[in-house]
Nanobody, 123 residues
Framework: QVQLVESGGGLVQAGDSLRLSCAGS????????MGWFRQSPGKEREFVAA????????YYIDFVKGRFTISRDNAKNTVYLQMNSLKPEDTAVYYC????????????????WGQGTQVTVSS
């Protein structure tokens, strides 16, 4: 089993950057593909980015390509989401998730979820 804890959210202005972290417990963290999702009030939780367990493959939803970067450090059991050029529409609670399978955009692919971290971008 994997427990995930996100951190790094906050209130920033449009154009600023933030780096989110997701710390995972367990010795098998490096075996999991990881994803980041986000959810705004009144909206469905949506896929943002994913990375496979060896950091060979990354995937991004179109609206964050070129602005967000997902990475991981298996020695630290941590996955990151570097967010640059933030926009007010990026305001959401950001969640990380782990899958024993192959990461992708579907929420049902993921076995474990963190509690989320709030990101608010003011205009």
């Amino acid at each position: 089993q994997v427990q995930l804890v996100e951190s790094g959210g906050g209130l920033v202005q449009a154009g600023d950057s933030l780096r989110l972290s997701c710390a995972g417990s367990g010795r098998t963290f490096s075996n999991y593909d990881m994803g980041w999702f986000r959810q705004s009030p009144g909206k469905e939780r949506e896929f943002v980015a994913a990375i496979n367990w060896r950091s060979i493959s990354t995937y991004y939803i179109d609206f964050v390509k070129g602005r967000f970067t997902i990475s991981r450090d298996n020695a630290k059991n941590t996955v990151y989401l570097q967010m640059n050029s933030l926009k007010p529409e990026d305001t959401a609670v950001y969640y990380c998730a782990a899958t024993r399978g192959v990461a992708g955009p579907g929420r049902s692919l993921y076995d474990y979820w963190g509690q989320g971290t709030q990101v608010t971008v003011s205009s």
